[in-house]
């Protein structure tokens, strides 16, 4: 098959930020690997979806060597796979700490990795991960410190990756958003959620694929921690 095109591999993607991620990428032409625990196949050529638990380095395997083998490159890696538990610090269990780290911590290095071998054997490539600005603007209405820990290290990462590759054609960005309106989100809450935000109502997938966008169209942007959030991260 021809390798003309771009490929992005987008881990989490089969609801809400993921599947948004996944059509946004293909409405511009990518040819797209998706990945989560449900993901089931499509119709569309172009997609490839590759069922596994992302904190498994053998699901960091396939993703990429699937990638390789149909379409004979990475282009771009989404690290969007995530979960969230608030609860008070103490109260955290170890199956907690456990799955977060699983999750958002060895997900994003194992897959990190693979995708960035290859894209050094390109000497391009677009890394972007999926954070949250609680990392940077604690609240006292939603115990987070799992998120600040795991989501927050995740930041950091990306501007040391983004250093480290800053010469060998390799951008690396972070997209930190606040609490965007998911099937992950009971109706109940949304109106508390919402004004967890100044601007006081959540935010849409589409924000948050825009700016993924927004980077990838950026050659001069590495490093960076966009903020998408309602204006959480300046403050409240």
């Known amino acids: ?11 989490g993607a089969s609801q ?17 690997v998706a990945t989560s625990r449900s993901i089931k196949p499509t119709n569309d050529n172009d997609v490839v979806a590759v069922a596994g638990d992302i904190a498994d380095p053998q ?12 379409f004979g490159r990475v282009d771009t890696l989404v690290n969007n796979a995530g979960i969230f538990i608030s609860k008070p610090f103490t109260e955290y269990t170890e199956e907690d700490f456990n799955a977060k780290i699983a ?12 995708a960035a071998t290859e894209m050094l054997k390109q000497g391009s490539g677009h890394i972007v991960s999926i954070t949250t600005s609680l990392t940077d603007q604690a609240t006292a209405k939603v115990p987070t410190a799992l998120a600040n820990l795991t989501k927050g290290g995740i930041n950091s990462a990306t501007k040391a990756l983004a250093i480290e590759y800053a010469g060998k054609g390799v951008r ?15 109706p109940e809450t949304l109106d508390f959620l919402a004004d967890l935000h100044p601007v006081k109502h959540l935010g849409e997938v589409k924000d948050i694929t825009d700016a993924v966008l927004f980077l990838e169209s950026a050659p001069f942007i590495t490093g960076e921690i966009l903020h998408v959030d309602g204006g959480q991260s300046a403050g409240h």
Do not use: C, W
């Not at 948004?20 to 040819?31: E, T």
């Not at 699901?59 to 083998?69: G, Y």
């Open 1 to 11: 098959m021809s390798n003309e095109k771009k490929v992005a591999i987008i881990t």
């Open 16 to 32: 809400g930020i993921g599947a948004g991620l996944v059509k946004a990428y293909r409405d511009r032409g990518y040819r797209v």
């Open 59 to 70: 699901t960091a395997k396939a993703v990429v060597d699937t990638a390789i083998a149909r």
């Open 103 to 114: 999750t958002n911590v060895a997900g994003f290095f194992h897959i990190t990795q693979r």
């Open 172 to 186: 690396v960005n972070a997209v930190s958003p606040g609490v965007i309106k998911t099937p992950m989100h009971a």
